[in-house]
């Protein structure tokens, strides 16, 4: 299959990059976390507070499982590279691109959205462990990894569709 994931911690701008690059290559594109809350009809809290990270986690990996479209660029969940299934599904099935930003940035996008009950839960000095454990996994999922740091959301998008086309040998 031809999909591009954009994988990467909470704030890194998956969203914010993956929809300029919709634009930009003019495929549809979909975010993981606002799918499962459509699928199941509860937020992302509510899924945790209810169910449990580990729920939540399943939910993630039935996502990519049964997911059938082709040709579309995936927003996912930060956490999404823990589970090794869903890193083999994702390099199998598409392109792999993580966007790697500074962790004092991401702190100053996510620390205060109540939307997030990892980030609710913890302490600043527990989430940048959380992304410092997860780094490794990120880059060793991805097919193309993109610095963020210094660069416009325009900057990064023009070289992830630079990128894209030059593993597709277009
Ligand atoms: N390179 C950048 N320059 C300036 N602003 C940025 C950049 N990257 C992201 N942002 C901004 O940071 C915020 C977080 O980005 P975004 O929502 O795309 O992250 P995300 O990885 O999708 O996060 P999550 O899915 O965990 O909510 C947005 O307001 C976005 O516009
Ligand atoms: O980093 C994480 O573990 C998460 C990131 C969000 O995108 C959501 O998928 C959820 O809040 C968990
Ligand atoms: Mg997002």
Redesign the pocket.
């Known amino acids: 299959m031809n999909r591009i994931y954009m994988i990467g911690?909470?704030g890194c701008g998956?969203s914010a990059v993956g929809r300029r690059l919709s634009f930009l290559l003019k495929l549809p594109f979909y975010d993981?976390?606002k799918e499962?809350v459509r699928q199941t009809g509860k937020t992302?809290?509510e899924i945790?507070e209810e169910h449990g990270?580990e729920y939540?986690r399943e939910l993630?990996t039935q996502f990519l499982q049964n997911f059938k479209n082709d040709h579309c660029i995936i927003s996912?969940?930060?956490?999404?590279t823990?589970r090794k299934a869903n890193q083999k599904i994702m390099r199998n099935t598409g392109l792999v691109l993580f966007l790697d930003a500074p962790f004092r940035e991401i702190w100053r996008r996510i620390h205060r959205d109540p939307?997030?009950?990892?980030?609710r839960q913890s302490t600043r000095e527990e989430i940048e462990e959380?992304h410092k454990a997860?780094y490794r996994d990120y880059k060793q999922t991805a097919h193309i990894t993109i610095r963020t740091e210094f660069r416009t959301l325009r900057q990064i998008t023009q070289y992830a569709s630079f990128q894209v086309k030059r593993l597709k040998g277009e």
């Not at 939307?115 to 980030?119: A, F, K, S």
């Open positions: 911690f909470m998956k993981m976390d499962i992302i809290p945790f990270e939540f993630e996912t969940g930060g956490g999404v823990m939307n997030r009950p990892i980030v959380l997860r």
